[in-house]
């Protein structure tokens, strides 16, 4: 996965979070916009995929509400690595 690819996973996840929990009631139209530019302050377009993933965990501090797209992330990042440790001892 490329960092593009795994940053889109994160943003498409955050907007379902999001629209699940605004359609629910359950966030302000306020708080849903702190969230969104916390976010978009957070994750920029030319990070790797381990500085996406270092800046998805502190969204864990500033946006509890993303709670369960912070696992995911995290839980994706892990796959993506052992992916990567597979393929090296295939080479080997």
């Known amino acids: 996965m ?3 690819e ?3 996973f994160i943003e498409e996840r ?3 979070i999001l629209e699940d929990l605004r359609s629910k009631n359950e966030i302000t139209p306020e708080r849903t916009k702190e ?4 976010v978009l302050d957070s994750i920029g377009e030319d990070m790797s995929v381990d ?3 270092v800046a998805v965990q502190k969204l864990k501090y500033t946006c509890p509400e993303l709670a369960l797209v912070i696992t995911l992330a995290m839980d994706k990042y892990d796959d993506m ?4 440790e597979a393929l090296k001892h295939k080479k080997s």
Do not use: G, H, Q, S
């Not at 969230?35 to 916390?38: C, L, R, S």
């Not at 690595?81 to 990567?84: A, H, L, Q, T």
């Open 14 to 16: 955050i907007l379902d």
């Open 6 to 8: 795994y940053r889109e």
């Open 2 to 4: 490329t960092p593009v």
């Open 51 to 53: 500085d996406l993933y």
């Open 35 to 38: 969230v969104a530019i916390t």
């Open 81 to 84: 690595k052992k992916e990567e």
